[in-house]
């Protein structure tokens, strides 16, 4: 299983991006899909996750919304009013489990730059 993430970028403070994450393979069934983020020289951290529930980050509640396209496997992170804090590398993983077996398996994308100028 393969993800590949993209609409990172360069933003002012203030502005707005929209990161999207495809997941394909062997899926036969996801569970959660959701986003990490690591800025550097810090610990990768949660900001955003889409299973049964929506749960946020505190940093980024009201700000930032995900959501999911179940036909096209494909998460979405609209980020708006994006400040420096946000300046991160961005990643996105799926829990799935494919067919035949009831394990549960985590893969991860390979990261997309978001840099916010102040």
């Known amino acids: 299983v393969q993800l590949q993430a993209s609409g990172g970028g360069l933003v002012q403070a203030g502005g707005s991006l929209r990161l999207s994450c495809a997941a394909s393979?062997?899926?036969?069934?996801?569970?959660?899909m959701g986003w990490y983020r690591q800025a550097p020289g810090k610990k990768r951290e949660s900001v955003a996750n889409?299973?049964?529930?929506?749960e946020y980050a505190d940093s980024v509640k009201g700000r930032f919304t995900i959501s999911r396209d179940n036909t096209k496997n494909v998460v979405y992170l609209e980020m708006n009013s994006l400040n420096p804090e946000d300046t991160a590398v961005y990643f996105c993983?799926?829990?799935?489990?494919?067919?035949?077996?009831?394990?549960?398996?985590?893969?991860w994308g390979q990261g997309t730059q978001v840099t916010v100028s102040s």
């Open positions: 393979g062997p899926i036969y069934e996801i569970n959660t």
């Open positions: 993983y799926v829990q799935y489990r494919v067919y035949g077996t009831r394990r549960w398996y985590d893969a």
């Open positions: 889409i299973g049964d529930n929506i």
